[in-house]
């Protein structure tokens, strides 16, 4: 937490993560997690672009007694300052499976989440909690583009990214940006759980297209991306 505090940013390796989940719940689940992946939809507002990018999403809600609760499925939106390409339009996708979103794995990575980012902005009595499942894919000849709207925010408060899986790819580099667009920092999401905490408020994240070691064999990326706003003012942060 400190390295937000101070940077804005964290970049946290497999095993600490591991140790960082361990208090908030299991991952004997994980591989069942992991292989939903394997049953994305193609997000169709890229078609235009290609159709690299698969997903699903959910969403969920605390409350200051602690509980992480599914909300009813609805639409993402994000304002146009922050999604150039897709900001203003309610993108609608296909729901993360019940049996994902109820999975140990998951939850444990929820309550580690709203731990963690609440220990930021204490006052913050509820969060709405956005849940993305991402299967960025290169094709033989072509890049697979995780962030295609370039450097930027989300426009919430905070952001994990986690490594689900990395297959048959090279770069897939994250690079971190302050206000003024100075890259900040850069690192590479490369074992299942390394992970980048983001203060959305005050940088900028990117990541670099994937392309294939082997054009022969499938070659993507799987993260899970969680994102925090908060439901009510912000808080001074500690």
């Not at 499976?97 to 990575?109: E, H, K, V």
């Amino acid at each position: 937490m400190r390295a937000i505090v101070e940077n804005g940013f964290a970049f946290v390796h497999a095993g600490e993560m591991r140790r960082c989940l361990e208090p908030f719940g299991t991952l004997s689940d994980w591989p069942l997690f992991a292989s939903s992946w394997n049953d994305l939809a193609v997000d169709e507002y890229l078609a235009d672009r290609g159709r690299f990018r698969k997903r699903r999403y959910a969403v969920y809600e605390t409350s200051p007694d602690g509980s992480v609760v599914r909300q009813p499925h609805q639409a993402h939106h994000q304002h146009v300052e922050y999604n150039p390409l897709f900001g203003g339009v309610e993108r609608w996708f296909e729901p993360v499976t019940p049996a994902i979103g109820a999975s140990a794995s998951l939850l444990a990575i929820l309550q580690f989440c709203r731990a963690t980012f609440g220990a930021l902005a204490p006052a913050v009595r509820r969060w709405h909690v956005e849940v993305h499942q991402f299967r960025i894919e290169a094709q033989p000849g072509a890049a697979g583009h995780p962030t295609p709207e370039g450097v930027h925010r989300d426009g919430v408060d905070f952001v994990l990214v986690l490594l689900v899986s990395r297959t048959n790819i090279a770069s897939g580099t994250t690079t971190v940006h302050g206000p003024t667009g100075s890259e900040l920092g850069s690192f590479t999401l490369t074992e299942p759980l390394d992970s980048a905490l983001l203060d959305d408020t005050r940088v900028a994240h990117g990541v670099t297209p994937v392309t294939s070691l082997d054009p022969t064999q499938p070659a993507f990326r799987d993260v899970l991306v969680v994102t925090f706003r908060h439901q009510e003012a912000p808080s001074l942060r500690v």
